[in-house]
């Protein structure tokens, strides 16, 4: 609602400005504008409408191999964990917010729930895969917590929950057991998965092809670029449909 300032005068909170605004407004990915945006406006707070509608409507229409494409062709690094594989190929995009733990410590994830914001991803780096650190009950508590996914570089179980479950979840492994409620990990540091440090705030994509880690700082070029391997392709597309072939297009004949 309308609150009124000390001078008398009528003010316009957040909460406000979320009422007024459709959310769910999508442009065509031709007239999409990228140029401001940053990691940020991956979440709306009432003052960046146009970078978010305009991020989402990119975001939901691409896929972690354009993303890494185009992240390729500004660092000539592919953004990609291969040991990392989708647990039941949802698609899913974030903030990170990191996570490292021992493979008996299933407890520094009921922390890590509790410690991050909604909206986040959760990243864990466990030291091996013997022991699950994850599991249907942790994944009820953070979707109930506004937490948008769960990425582990190690074990999860309970997949005869997880598969069917709404709520997104990539890892190494999947074994049966599970360790102890010992919370001794670390949370919201720097990480390193295999030679790729991971820091709080990094962009995330993953889907059913895989995950993709974006550093903060090259996520503004790389949407930009995204979007540029995105009309490619499409344009690409229609010159197969309409009979082409890819030697063709390519200039291979």
Known sequence: MYKKTSGGKMSVTPKDILNKKNLDKRVNV????????????LKFNGDNYEEYINLCSLLENVSSCQISDAYNGISHRSGTIKSIKPINNLKVWGSIFTVETLSD????SA???DCASEGEILFFK????DKAIWGELASTCA???GIKATVIYGAVRDLDALLYMDYPVFASNFVPNAGLALGLGTLNQSIEVEGSIINPGDFFFGDESGIVVI?????NKTMISTLEVKLKE????KMLNDGMTLGEITGLR
Do not use: H, M, Y
Not at 215 to 219: D, G, I, M, N, T
């Open 30 to 41: 031709e007239v999409i504008d990228l140029s401001n945006v940053t990691v940020r406006d």
């Open 111 to 113: 922390l890590a729930i």
């Open 126 to 129: 466990v030291d091996n895969d």
């Open 105 to 108: 410590d299933w407890g520094t």
């Open 215 to 219: 550093p903060q700082e090259l996520f």
């Open 143 to 145: 979707k109930n917590n």
């Open 234 to 237: 499409s344009n690409i597309i």
